[in-house]
């Protein structure tokens, strides 16, 4: 099976920078994806990571260590527009595909 | 253009009745998806489906059943709904279907059973 950990809510201020940590326990593993949803939105892709290491995005980042699975998301100075839900997200050999249960970024002025 | 469109967008129906949800998508994908989205907004794969194979989480009733009637449509059909079904249900899809490929999601149906 796979499950996923995140923190269920982040808050932070404009301009500041967040960090959104995702674990994950799998039987097989080919990456991790993020995506973001506004409330009453569709979930919208952001990243993804297969090896280990950084990838930049803009002013979003995600890195990967398969070696101690775990990921982080890496958000820089916020915007109010940030303010959303962020899953981090596991593919396996299969076509399984599992979101985890999700960060709520609040981001205030 | 609208990549992956759904209808409808909301849907209320009383217990015991069977609805059907539509999805399209027009990105040339080979695989679609379909996801429910609870109320604490736990996103949980019900079936994946290409061309070839249908994928589907065992933890699903046999009361949903996916339907395509070609690749670009991918329906849900509920019967007997129940209390517990109502949620948000996204329709995905994707280019080849493996797991490390972009899903594009839908904008939602939110499905409410009185």
């Known amino acids: 099976g796979q499950s996923l950990e995140q923190p269920s809510e982040v808050t932070a201020v404009e301009g500041a920078i967040v960090q959104i940590n995702c674990t994950y326990q799998?039987?097989?593993?080919?990456?991790l994806s993020w995506y973001q949803q506004h409330d009453g939105g569709a979930p919208t892709f952001l990243s993804y990571?297969?090896?280990?290491g950084l990838e930049e995005t803009g002013r979003f980042s995600s890195f990967l260590s398969r070696s101690d699975s775990y990921g982080y998301l890496l958000l820089q100075e916020l915007q109010m527009k940030d303010s959303a839900s962020y899953f981090c997200?596991?593919?396996?050999?299969?076509?399984?595909?599992?979101f985890g249960p999700g960060t709520r970024l609040s981001v205030l002025p | 253009d609208t990549a992956v469109s759904q209808t409808p967008k909301y849907l209320v129906t009383q217990m015991g009745n069977d609805k059907s949800i539509k999805c399209e998508q027009n990105?040339?994908?080979?695989?679609m998806y379909w996801y429910k989205q609870d109320s604490k907004k736990f996103l949980k794969i019900m079936f994946s489906y290409n061309n070839k194979e249908l994928i589907i989480n065992e933890t699903v009733p046999n009361r949903f059943s996916p339907k395509s009637p070609d690749k670009a449509h991918l329906n849900l059909h509920i019967n007997s709904l129940e209390l517990g079904d109502s949620a948000v249900y996204f329709c995905?899809?994707?280019?080849?279907?493996?797991?490390?490929?972009?899903?594009?999601f839908g904008p939602g149906t939110r499905l409410t059973v009185l």
């Open positions: 995905a899809s994707s280019q080849a279907g493996g797991s490390t490929d972009t899903q594009y």
């Open positions: 990571n297969a090896l280990d």
């Open positions: 990105l040339g994908h080979d695989t």
């Open positions: 997200a596991v593919g396996d050999y299969g076509q399984n595909f599992v």
């Open positions: 799998t039987s097989g593993f080919y990456g």
